[in-house]
């Protein structure tokens, strides 16, 4: 049998068309347009058995849900590699990045694809992943360019109540209460940092005087050069995110749905319809049930997946497969 290749493919997506990450059958997922357009652009039928162009992903994404830095891994033969070069005078990995995004809708983006490092799994050899969920609440000012990645509530969030909550979740618990395990698996995962924090209103573009004030000079040399008269008379361009409420929460892995789950009982703490006690008790006895269901998909986005050095790659891989107990 010829030896494969391991590629690492870093994309993003707009979950916002996509019913989740996994293949399914006659359902448009990340996973199945990806692979469709690897069969085509490699010249493999489907269902190859030789060459599956088969996806591991870090974490799967649930319908709904993005991705601003997910990582997958594909193993490929050096003869179907080879067929993305073409016409192209460039080596096989960089022709396949390039004729994959083009291949590729828009919601999808390729980031980068490269040969990945002896021991390396997406999944497996994963350290941490880092999701963030944003929410615009009474007390921001909602943008409707950002709908499809921010959930809109009419309420005002008691982030301190919120944060006293998403303090609880730190350390290794099992999160039954807030998840769904996977066949043959566990809620057990171990949190690294949670926490709620209200974006501050700031400027994608200072004005002069604030540019005066500090002593910054433009990049020909000048004070305040290049700003128009709108900056003069003290207007400025708010950053996309300015005043919108984020969680973000670093973990080990994610069980299914666990971070809308929190998000979803923090938002019930923050806006007094549950109390800390009762979030309390969901973490002490993990049991699923109607109170604790998963909130809205489109505000939430995988924003980053962390590896181990290349040499611990495939111990950390090796050691996580095995199925964890609390002490």
Not at 139 to 157: F, K, N, Q, W, Y
Request: proline residues 6%.
């Amino acid at each position: 049998m010829t030896d494969k290749t391991r590629l690492r493919i870093d994309l993003a997506y707009d979950g916002g068309g996509f019913y989740g990450w996994a293949t399914q059958p006659d359902i448009r997922t990340v996973q199945g347009t990806i692979e469709a357009a690897l069969h085509k652009l490699l010249r493999v039928p489907e269902h190859d058995p030789d060459e599956p162009l088969r996806l591991v992903v870090a974490g799967r994404t649930d319908t709904g849900v993005h991705a601003s830095h997910q990582v997958c891994h594909l193993d490929v033969t050096e003869p179907t590699l080879a067929r993305a070069v073409g016409h192209m005078r460039v080596p096989a990995v960089t022709a396949l990045e390039h004729r994959l995004q083009r291949l590729l809708p828009s919601d999808v983006t390729i980031h980068r694809v490269s040969v990945a490092p002896d021991g390396f799994d997406a999944r497996f050899s994963a350290l941490e992943r880092t999701y963030v969920y944003r929410i615009a609440d009474r007390a921001s000012e909602v943008d409707p360019r950002l709908r499809g990645c921010v959930l809109h509530i009419d309420d005002t969030l008691d982030l301190d109540a919120m944060n006293r909550a998403a303090a609880m979740t730190l350390g290794l618990h099992d999160f039954g209460s807030f998840a769904t395990p996977n066949p043959g698996g566990t809620t057990i995962r171990e949190v690294k940092r949670a926490f709620w924090t209200r974006v501050p209103s700031r400027p994608l573009v200072p004005s002069r005087d604030d540019v005066a004030a500090r002593g910054h000079t433009s990049d020909s040399g000048t004070t305040g050069g290049g700003y128009g008269d709108d900056a003069a008379a003290g207007y400025v361009t708010p950053t996309l995110e300015s005043g919108l409420v984020c969680f973000t929460i670093v973990a080990d892995a994610f069980a299914r749905n666990m971070v809308r789950s929190l998000v979803n009982a923090c938002v019930a703490v923050g806006i007094g319809k549950r109390d800390l006690d009762w979030f309390a008790g969901k973490m002490a006895v993990p049991k699923r049930e109607g109170s604790t269901g998963p909130i809205a998909p489109q505000g939430l986005t995988l924003e980053h997946v962390a590896y181990p050095p290349d040499n611990e790659l495939a111990s950390r891989a090796e050691a996580i497969r095995a199925v964890r107990t609390l002490p």
